[in-house]
């Protein structure tokens, strides 16, 4: 149950009985900015007065009055111009931990994607080597992401770009040949300026080597070119799905772009355009500021980007007559549009933050203005050890591997610590700080709450066989027993978890479980010290074993979310601290 929801639509009913004929649209229930003021606010009088011809405070008033009716709300205060909070019976909240435990895993789901369709594209990265550390952050939002919204109803289809039609795939097959040259016993030296330098690229050289021998060793590059370049992108594929599988990451469809090209998908779709008077031959106006050294003025095929929203029209060719990485990236959205997508989501690195407005630009214009793209942009992570820069290895050439991360620390910390800030936040990710067992490090915090929790039911299976089973179909007397104001504002933090994971869903923004996480494990460890330091407040009385099993309900309430959350995040939780 979404509590907030509920209200809502209380709320609403009240108003269309007062003050019939408004449009109720705007009006939210949600908790109010401090928890002293309440369990539940709502902004009804003030954004409805003007049309109801009152002031808002004289209609605030008149709703509470209403308000005060319901059954569960115990006080109904006006604050401020018109702002109307509300305060809930316990009983309430103890109905909410039943919830809980009676919907378990599933508690917290919901039909708000109504089964729609969404595209979550997403890792995207250039088949040209091994995962990096700045992969794994867009890798494991994408996920998360595709994860939260097919919690939530959505159908979801988790989705890689395969950029393999652009010269950087030239660059690869040059450099992979240069290392089959090595494999065949040539001293290649250094490895040339503009090549790729990682030894990565050693074993598909040396496969090479040994599937056609020297047949390439002395022939022209444009006999071999097309046979290197399929067999490296191939083999760089596959070093990537392997990386990615090793972080727990996967995808549904992967689409080439070449593919694309070689189907006739990009003239077709600039065709598409052209018919609806979308392109056109023109010259730009030169960039604003400094001209960049061979910047000049040539006609150009231009897409009208600025008929949807972008700042300036987009070239479509190069000065070479081949297509634009735009153009190519026009085709696919508009294949995501006619595969059923009007939902599409793409999860960039932050060095594509000028490619945005015309990305949009173009799915709007495909798409008749019937599909929406959101772009979610990873700004750099930072690897530390000690507070100081850190480089793992050379193996890769220039950067860290996400192979080598996860060997350091583990799938579960990186994923849970990727999602630890906004996408759009630079990250640091400490080596020293992410192995920390404190609550400066979130994911040990929350692990621990729910360690510590099952450390509890393993010691009340020893005292109270059977207390499984009474727990799991609770007596709302016995629940009722739960008094203490952190026991329930522990109950209050559960009871926010669908309206949470509904409100990530809608702004597409899962770092906001991973901040839930960490409140409710901190609620949690507030009562295991409460308890330390007040007998009473104990979770397991020998003497009191009816209070024991209401506190081992809220427990048993806590892990099903905690691991809930986890699972979101593609971590798993654990019983034990080791």
């Known amino acids: 149950m979404n509590l907030f929801k509920f209200f809502r639509q209380e709320i609403v009913a009240i108003v269309e009985r007062v003050v019939p004929g408004l449009d109720t649209s705007r009006i939210t229930a949600e908790p109010p900015r401090e928890q002293a003021h309440g369990d539940v606010a709502t902004n009804a009088a003030m954004v409805l007065a003007k049309a109801a011809g009152q002031k808002p405070r004289d209609l605030a008033e008149r709703l509470a009055a209403e308000l005060r009716g319901l059954k569960a709300v115990t006080g109904v205060e006006v604050a401020g111009p018109g702002f109307i909070n509300m305060r809930l019976a316990d009983w309430f909240w103890i109905e909410r931990l039943t919830d809980v435990l009676r919907e378990g895993d599933a508690y917290g789901s919901s039909d708000l994607g109504g089964g729609r369709r969404i595209n979550v594209e997403y890792v995207s990265a250039n088949p040209t080597g091994p995962m990096h550390i700045g992969h794994a952050r867009g890798a494991v939002t994408g996920d998360a992401l595709a994860s939260l919204l097919a919690r939530v109803g959505f159908d979801v289809t988790r989705e890689y770009y395969v950029n393999d039609a652009g010269a950087q795939v030239d660059v690869l097959a040059r450099s992979v040949h240069l290392r089959y040259l090595e494999a065949l016993g040539d001293a290649i030296g250094e490895i040339p300026e503009g090549l790729y330098p990682g030894e ?3 074993p598909a ?3 090479l080597a040994r599937i056609h021998g020297p047949k390439w060793k002395d022939a022209p590059e444009a006999e071999w070119l097309a046979a290197f370049r399929g067999f490296a992108v191939d083999a760089m594929l596959g070093m990537i799905k392997d990386d990615l599988a090793g972080l727990g990451v996967r995808h549904d469809v992967f689409v080439s772009e070449r593919g694309l090209v ?10 598409f355009l052209d018919s609806k008077g979308l392109i056109y031959e023109g010259v730009l106006e030169p960039p604003k500021g400094k001209l960049p050294d061979d910047w000049e003025p040539r006609p150009q ?8 929203g972008d700042d300036v029209d987009r070239p479509l060719r190069k000065s070479d007559g081949s297509w634009t990485y735009f153009a190519s990236d026009i085709a696919y959205h508009l294949d995501k549009y006619r595969r059923g997508f009007t939902a599409m989501i793409d999860v960039w690195g932050a060095d594509h933050g000028g490619y945005v407005k015309r990305m949009q630009a173009a799915v709007k214009a495909v798409s008749g203005n019937e599909a929406d793209l959101d772009v979610k942009l990873c700004q750099m992570v930072n690897l530390l050890k000690g507070g100081q820069p850190y480089k793992m290895s050379k193996r890769a050439g220039t950067f860290v591997t996400l192979a080598d991360l996860v060997e350091a620390v583990g799938k579960d910390v990186v994923r849970f610590i990727m999602l630890t800030r906004k996408n759009d936040a630079h990250l640091d990710f400490d080596l020293d700080k992410v192995m920390e067992q404190s609550r400066d490090n979130p994911v040990f915090y929350v692990q621990y709450a729910h360690a510590r929790c099952h450390s509890v039911m393993r010691h009340a299976a020893e005292l109270w066989p059977d207390w499984t089973a009474v727990v799991e179909h609770p007596d709302a007397a016995v629940l009722g027993r739960l008094l203490d104001p952190a026991e329930l504002g522990l109950i209050r933090l559960l009871a926010g978890w669908p309206r949470l994971l509904e409100t990530a869903a809608e702004t597409h923004e899962p770092h906001r479980i991973a901040f839930y996480l960490y409140d409710l494990a901190a ?5 295991w010290n409460k308890g330390k330091d007040e007998s009473r407040l104990r979770f397991l009385i020998e003497d009191d074993r009816e209070l024991s099993l209401a506190r081992l309900a809220l427990l048993k309430a806590v892990t099903n979310v905690i691991a809930s959350g986890l699972a979101i995040f593609g971590v798993r939780p654990v019983e034990e601290m080791r």
């Open 200 to 202: 990565y690229l050693k």
């Open 205 to 207: 050289g040396a496969e």
């Open 262 to 271: 070689e189907d006739g998908k990009v003239q077709a779709a600039l065709d």
């Open 301 to 308: 095929t231009l897409f009208r980007a600025t008929s949807f």
């Open 523 to 527: 609620g949690f460890h507030g009562l």
